[in-house]
C-alpha cells in the first residue's frame, strides 16, 4: 500500500540559509500535518492543512511557513535557519473527510532529517 | 493547557514478561486519544484510537484502554519485536482550534 512520501530524507544546511521540505500524502488523503522532532524528544506538532486550507497551528515558529497544493502535497519551508532546528520533520496525513475529525488515525511519513551547521 | 505524562521512561522486559504502560493527560475538551510504536529515526506508526472512558481496542499482543485521566497499553507476552518507544497523543479542542499533543513516549525493549 501507498504510504507518505517525504523528500529529501536527509538535508545539511548552513546557519540563515533556507529548506523546503516536502511531503506527498497517501492517495485520497486531505489532510497533512507536519511535527518536528528533537532528538531524544516526542514529536512537536506545527501546523496542518485540510483541503488546502491551514486548519490549525501548532509551536511553527514565524521563520517558517507551510502550504498545501492542489494535488495535495505540502511544503515545509524554513528560512533563517538556527542551530536548535536540526530535527526529524515528520509529515503525516489522514483521511476522513471531516475536519472535526481529521487528527484520527495519522499516518506518518518516514521523516527528514535536517542538520544545520 | 494540556498535558500528556507517560510512565515508565523505560521499561525492561524479558521475552513472555506482560506489562502495562500508563498514559496520563490532562486536557480540555478530549475527542481522542491515540497510541503510536516507534522505532529509531522512523516515523510513528499508528496502533489505537480511544475516544470514551471504558473503551478497549486489541491487536495482536496490545490491548489498548482509557479511563477519564489516563490510558494502559497492555502488552501480553512480549517478543523482541515488540521493542520501540510507545507514544501515546490526545486530540482536544478548545476555542483557538484542535490541539494534538504527544507524551514523552515509553522506550520498551524486550530481551530474548
Known amino acids: 500500500a501507498a504510504g507518505v512520501i517525504q523528500s529529501p530524507r536527509h538535508l545539511i544546511k548552513e546557519k540563515r540559509e533556507t529548506a523546503t521540505l516536502k511531503c506527498y500524502p497517501i492517495p485520497r488523503h486531505d489532510t497533512v500535518y507536519w511535527y518536528q522532532q528533537g532528538p531524544g524528544q516526542d514529536p512537536q506538532f506545527l501546523i496542518s492543512f485540510y483541503e488546502k486550507m491551514q486548519s490549525d497551528k501548532g509551536s511553527i515558529p514565524d521563520r517558517f511557513s507551510a502550504q498545501q497544493f492542489s494535488d495535495y502535497h505540502s511544503e515545509l519551508n524554513m528560512s533563517s535557519l538556527e542551530l536548535g532546528d536540526s530535527a526529524l520533520y515528520f509529515c503525516?496525513?489522514?483521511?476522513?473527510?471531516?475536519?472535526?475529525?481529521?487528527?484520527?488515525?495519522?499516518?506518518f511519513g518516514p521523516g527528514t532529517r535536517l542538520t544545520v551547521l | 493547557e494540556d498535558q500528556v505524562t507517560q510512565s515508565p521512561e523505560a521499561l525492561r522486559l524479558q521475552e513472555g514478561e506482560s506489562s502495562s504502560l500508563n498514559c496520563s493527560y490532562t486536557v480540555s475538551g478530549l475527542r481522542g486519544l491515540f497510541w503510536y510504536r516507534q522505532d529509531p529515526g522512523k516515523g510513528p506508526e499508528f496502533l489505537f484510537t480511544?475516544?470514551?472512558a471504558g473503551e478497549e481496542k486489541e491487536k495482536e499482543r496490545l490491548k489498548a484502554t482509557l479511563t477519564k485521566k489516563e490510558s494502559f497499553l497492555h502488552i501480553t507476552a512480549p517478543k523482541p519485536e515488540d521493542s520501540a518507544t510507545y507514544l501515546c497523543a490526545v486530540q482536544s479542542k478548545d476555542n483557538y482550534g484542535q490541539n494534538f499533543v504527544f507524551g514523552p513516549g515509553t522506550r520498551l525493549s524486550v530481551l530474548p
Open positions: 480511544l475516544y470514551s
Open positions: 503525516a496525513s489522514s483521511s476522513l473527510g471531516s475536519r472535526e475529525n481529521a487528527y484520527n488515525e495519522q499516518f
